[in-house]
């Protein structure tokens, strides 16, 4: 029978039920779809001559207007398709043609419509998508065949086509259980996205799409565009899914931990509708967000918008002297604390962090100004009805942006409009300029790495979730899948707002194209829309509890939620065993049914449990969805009643296991939100990894590994180990003494090249009976031969923990993977931990976390380290990490370093360790001092001498954090450990480029160096430092300088830690032969571009194809050494601007494949050119600046770009003047132009 008029809201509200709320609660065997049957799918067939008929067309509209409301509003209003005739085939189904074209088979459209559903697995889907409605029999078949608990997307864009259809053909029946969706918009995500709400778990279950054949031709290209919609809806929804199942138990850990803050912080029920009309502006972290977050400091724009800021911008934003009425925060990870480090009270005075209670505890601990909740339903579960409030609820947001754009509706604000809301990598850029990230980043900056390489690598690690789309300029960008699936929830709620009324402005000037919004400038748009000054914003602080007042009536709540927890763990138990006898065939029917009776009553007991058993099943959403998958697979098996009920057990035993297992993590949870409200414990950020199965495995053995070269430091220079550090002792006894405290008993194994003088040195310092001090002996020349060569690529970044050439790190100095392999498995040691000899600082509860962090899980813990600075933390390496490196070695990768393994790699990308539990975190003060705190140069000795004296009773033991706060007390102004220095000011190259390396656009005329000169220079600085780098570039190329080997010969001779020289490689005549006999440590090229005609527009000469030519020959003719490593160091380098922004990728990628290494450098800032440089944090950047003198070829000394800063010349004054000079620019208020230098 049909469906009949009466029927139909009542069958419409329980299909809308059925697929409400939460996408993954899908109980019970009938999908929720109780209540349907004997309503019967008969009567496909109108009235025999097919007329249009009304009373059929209303039965439709009706039965399509629960899901496809808007749909059946149009097909109301829309003229019959002309053309379309319909009738009675032959085997009594209607099939008919369009404009004489078939919509079906004449004699057996029913049969057509079976075999195409036949083609679909339902096992394999749970969703299909056909492209074309035609006379919607296989829409049906396709909906049967996929069963009750199924969706089908059908992509019909005439909509004329649709009503001479439904006006004729009854499909009212099918269409009603609200299982189909229909889309007319080929390029419609936002529509279709919304369309599936509450289907989500569906798509996840897979999706087939499939062709209707009789549609193809009228489709045409419509078809294809409505293909790749679907496919970004399907990715960005299983995206959505995945993420809402991994982080299901992350998410409760974050509201247990906040459960107290909930409790006490006000809402935002105060700020609802307060600002009707006024503009808000909600800023994101997006890359393009340095074009026009200055305009929001304007005078007088405060006071006439609403500023909304995610809390990703906020340092950055007061930084700029701009402070955002609110700032937004949901993210889950501990890594959000970063974004109010060194914030204090006053500095967020005014500004109002609202919050999702879910965020992790991190921020909410460390925001210290006025912090909003809003109201979350499980959080109230979780402290009881005796605590919970009216908080103000906003839509959950997949992210901060999202959140803002949500808070200032709230508000009532009109328009939105968006700044930094790119949702894609501008430029090969994922953070805007200033952010957060690039503090944490500080310590890897130097000459050699820049933030250009880190934006750009953080980008390229997600390469297999990359994708181009269409961007704001016409261009196209990358963006991801999960950025991807952030637009079309975006798109969603713009399209829903501006059909509201409501508008919505995209003011990023640049990023990822968006629909339903209008693109404007900024200053535009403050133009247009911010007139008049808006009313003042409510005070919320007056709806805050103390926090004291509601501890204990939390407590008692979760005492009675864990007892619930208990028992639905005991419940679930019992209930396993009893199904189990189902399973297995252990009991007669009437055995089976008595069991049956007695699990539902158990499980109408449990469900009563509430609010327990709701939180139960918030933490198994994925047992939840794989319910639902089991459900779906026997109701489509069609079994015999036995066999349907032992499926069913089966089924139900793994499901009660899984919410006993949930259960058990509720009641873990909630003691430890108990040990917290009784100061027991902080509060967890971070989940502590599962113990790895310890069945048949013996306990992890770590030792310490003392790299020691008694004559030689980490950077292969020669140095004395046995020289006194402090009061008499030298640096390997302050070293092993610290290594010795270790609480995790380790040995400490000495390996060292000269065990005679190492002997002799433990001796001395009253170690050489100390039973944990063992000396291991390794063969001297490999091991000199790979720490010289490290050391080169090391000198640059000796201050930080990584950024040398080819990512090398502290860890790489003196390492031989072979050699330390050999030992572990000599002396069956599984995880050796890594610090030098000269070490004299290093933190022993530091290697102690290292080593923790290692043993909570050996497998996926294989490298665990920190970002701390050089001298202070250690490495662990794994067996198998040391192995992985042997193999790279074994083949003479550049990359078979630490570095190489926790770096970027083209063909094998991995996020970046150090935002994972690889990494221990350090303090910032810790990850940025800037400074290596190592024995084996002047420099750092004086340091750790100085350090150790204020130390005091601390000296032999102290933290990483007490060595660097003593360290600071104690720096003065040294002599600089890199001289650039310019050997003549010739160049082959002119153009733009050339431009750029004299500092503007005219000539330089100047003589070149004296040899005589630089040589006293050379002498005095490696006189001072044993880590001097010596660094032959400027605005000449050095290479023309018809004695430039010779000088690189005399520096090298002299004993600098590392040669480099930079060139355009233009000049001719000199071979690789005499490169390779000079003592040069790192050989820098200037390719700048992959395609020759750009390259010719940089630089004014047409040679492309001879540089990529001449300087792959050299890295050719490189000989490899016994260790694996080839000198010199290759550096090719490309200055990111516009004309190279799409040739970044290949260039980057190409040369680290080829020689391990690859520059990106920034444009000078006075360059005027739509990419901009990225400002280095201004601390990293004056650190950099105090260890860089640059001199001209007249003796001059400059500033970054090149420029004189004192007509001092110091080949006439020795370094000592030169120094003098420069000090004096820096501390007479040249820092902020010397951190836009050190930017460029």
């Not at 209540?35 to 399509?64: Q, T, Y």
């Not at 897979?206 to 045409?220: F, K, T």
């Not at 926090?547 to 005492?559: D, I, P, T």
Request: aromatic content about 4%; charged content about 25%.
């Amino acid at each position: 029978m049909l469906i009949s008029r009466e029927d139909a809201p009542r069958v419409r509200a329980a299909a809308e039920d059925s697929m409400s709320g939460n996408p993954f609660d899908f109980s019970g065997d009938g999908g929720g779809f109780e209540g349907l049957e004997g309503l019967g799918l008969e009567g496909l067939v109108g009235p025999s001559g097919l007329p249009a008929d009304p009373a059929v067309l209303e039965r439709n509209l009706m039965a399509l207007s629960g899901r496809n409301r808007a749909l059946a509003e149009r097909i109301a209003g829309a003229v019959s398709r002309a053309g379309v005739v319909l009738e009675i085939g032959a085997d009594g189904v209607v099939t008919g043609t369009l404009e004489g074209r078939r919509l079906g088979s004449a004699r057996r459209a029913g049969a057509e419509a079976e075999k195409l559903a036949e083609s679909v697995d339902p096992a394999e889907c749970a969703a299909a998508c056909v492209l074309g409605f035609g006379l919607g029999h296989h829409v049906r078949a396709l909906q049967e065949r996929l069963g009750m608990k199924s969706l089908v997307v059908v992509f019909e864009p005439d909509v004329g086509l649709l009503r001479a259809v439904l006006e004729r053909v009854d499909h009212s029946g099918w269409l009603a259980l609200g299982r189909c969706v229909i889309v007319t918009d080929a390029e419609d995500a936002a529509g279709l996205t919304r369309s599936i709400r509450g289907m989500e778990g569906l798509i996840a279950l897979g999706v087939r799409i499939i062709e209707h054949a009789p549609s193809r031709a009228r489709l045409g290209d419509d078809a294809a565009r409505f293909g790749r919609t679907m496919g970004e809806v399907v990715r960005s929804t299983r995206t959505h899914v995945v993420t809402t199942l991994v982080h299901a138990p992350v998410t409760l850990r974050n509201m247990v931990m906040n459960a107290d803050r909930y409790a006490s912080c006000a809402g935002i029920t105060a700020l609802k509708n307060s600002c009707v009309g006024v503009p808000a502006v909600t800023v994101a972290a997006g890359p393009s967000l340095q074009k026009n977050l200055a305009l929001l400091g304007e005078p007088g724009v405060r006071e006439r918008v609403v500023i909304i800021a995610a809390q990703t911008v906020l340092k950055p934003m007061l930084a700029a002297g701009i402070r955002p009425h609110f700032v937004t925060a949901l993210d889950h990870h501990e890594l959000s604390g970063r974004f109010y480090e060194g914030l204090t009270a006053e500095d967020v005075r005014g500004v109002r962090l609202v919050v999702e209670p879910k965020a992790n505890p991190a921020i909410l601990e460390k925001f210290p100004g006025e912090i909003l909740v809003t109201q979350e339903k499980v959080l109230d579960d979780l402290i009881g009805t005796d605590l919970v409030r009216d908080l103000g609820e906003l839509p959950a947001g997949a992210t901060v942006a999202h959140l803002s754009y949500y808070l200032a509706r709230y508000l009532g604000c009109d328009p939105v409009i968006m700044i930094g809301q790119d949702l894609g990598f501008t430029d090969g850029q994922y953070y805007a300029a200033g952010a957060a990230i690039h503090r944490v980043w500080q310590g890897e900056l130097n000459h050699e790495r820049s933030l250009e390489m880190l934006e750009w690598e953080r980008v390229a690690r997600m390469r297999a979730n990359l994708r181009r789309v269409p961007s704001q300029d016409g261009r196209t960008i990358y963006t991801d899948e999960q950025m991807a699936t952030y637009l079309a929830q975006f798109e969603a709620e713009f399209q829903k707002d501006t059909l509201a009324g409501l508008a919505v402005i995209d003011a990023t000037e640049g990023g990822a194209a968006k629909k339903h919004t209008t693109a404007m400038p900024l200053r535009e748009a403050l133009e247009r829309f911010a007139r008049a000054e808006r009313p003042a914003l409510p005070e919320t602080a007056g709806g805050a509890r103390e926090a004291a007042s509601v501890r204990e009536a939390l407590r008692a709540h979760f005492e009675r939620l864990i007892a619930d927890a208990r028992a639905i763990r005991a419940a679930s138990d019992e209930t396993a065993e009893r199904l189990t006898e189902i399973a297995e065939s252990r009991v007669d029917t009437r055995g089976a049914n008595a069991i049956v009776a007695e699990v539902q009553a158990t499980g109408h007991r449990v469900r009563a449990m509430k609010p327990a058993f709701p939180l139960v099943e918030f933490i198994n959403q994925t047992g939840v969805l794989n319910r639902f998958k089991a459900d779906r697979l026997i109701e489509l098996a069609g079994a015999d009643p036995l066999e349907r009920q032992r499926r069913q057990a089966e089924r139900d035993i793994q499901n009660v296991r899984w919410i006993g297992q949930a259960a058990d993590e509720l009641a873990r949870q909630l003691a430890q939100g108990i040990a917290v409200l009784d100061g027991a414990r902080s509060k967890a950020t971070r989940d502590e990894p599962e113990p790895e199965c310890s069945v048949g495995r013996e306990p992890v053995r770590a030792e310490v590994f003392v790299l020691c070269d008694p004559g030689y430091g980490g950077l292969g220079v020669a140095r004395d180990l046995g020289e006194a550090v402090w009061r008499g002792r030298d640096a390997l006894d302050l070293t092993l003494r610290r290594a010795l405290l270790c609480g995790r008993g380790c040995s400490v194994r000495v390996l060292t090249p000269d065990p005679r003088k190492t002997g002799e040195l433990l001796r001395r310092a009253g170690l050489e009976a100390e039973p944990r001090v063992v000396v291991e002996p390794v063969d001297p020349a490999r091991w000199r031969e790979r720490a010289r060569a490290i050391g080169r690529a090391r000198a640059c970044a000796s201050d930080g923990w990584r950024g040398g050439v080819a990512q090398t790190t502290v860890f790489d100095e003196m390492l031989d993977p072979k050699t330390v392999g050999e030992i572990m498995d000599r002396r069956g040691v599984d995880a050796a931990v890594l610090i030098g000899a000269d070490w004299a600082l290093v933190d022993p509860v530091l290697l102690d976390a290292l080593i923790d962090r290692h043993a909570e899980a050996p497998d996926r813990h294989q490298i665990v380290f920190s970002q701390a600075v050089p001298g202070l933390g250690g490495c662990v390496l794994s067996r198998s990490a040391v192995r992985s490196l042997e193999q790279l070695q074994d083949i003479g990768s550049p990359l078979g370093t630490v570095g190489g393994l926790l770096g970027y790699v083209p063909v094998n990308t991995q996020t970046d360790p150090i935002g994972t539990t690889l990494c221990v975190r350090v303090e910032p003060a810790v990850r940025d001092a800037g400074v290596r705190l190592i024995a084996d140069a002047a420099p750092g000795r004086r340091l750790i001498a100085s350090a150790l004296e204020r130390l005091g009773e601390r000296a032999g033991d102290s933290s990483a954090l007490q060595s660097v706060r003593a360290v600071e007390m104690s720096r003065a102004f040294m002599v600089p450990r890199t001289l650039v220095l310019e050997l003549c000011p010739g160049r082959l190259s002119s153009g733009v480029f050339g431009a750029w390396k004299r500092g503007g656009p005219r000539p330089t005329e100047r003589g070149a160096v004296d040899f005589a000169r630089a040589h006293a220079l050379l002498r005095e600085l490696t006189s001072a430092r044993e880590d001097a780098v010596v660094v032959f570039d400027g605005p000449g190329d050095p290479l023309m300088h018809p004695g430039a080997l010779d000088f690189v010969r005399l520096a090298d001779e002299l004993g600098a830690a590392c040669v480099s020289l930079r060139t355009d490689l233009l000049r001719e005549g000199v071979e690789p032969d005499e490169i390779f006999v000079s003592g040069l440590g790192v050989l820098s090229v200037d390719v700048l571009a992959t395609e020759p005609a750009t390259y010719a527009a940089l630089t004014g000469v047409d040679r492309h194809r001879f540089v990529v030519e001449r300087l792959g020959r050299i890295a050719d003719a490189r000989a490899m050494g016994e260790t694996g490593l080839k000198s010199p160091w290759i550096q090719p380098r490309m200055t990111r601007c516009d004309a190279v922004i799409d040739q970044v990728e290949g260039f980057y990628d190409a040369w680290i494949m080829t020689v391990g290494s690859a520059v990106i450098d920034p444009q000078p800032v006075w360059v005027s050119d739509r990419v901009r440089p990225l400002p280095m944090p201004e601390g990293r950047a004056l650190q950099i600046e105090r260890e860089t003198l640059r001199v001209r070829s007249d003796g001059v000394v400059c500033d970054a770009s090149w420029r004189a800063v004192r007509r001092l010349n110091a080949f006439d004054e020795g370094l000592a003047g030169a120094v003098r000079a420069w000090r004096a620019v820096l501390e007479q208020g040249g820092r902020s132009r010397m951190a836009a230098g050190a930017a460029a």
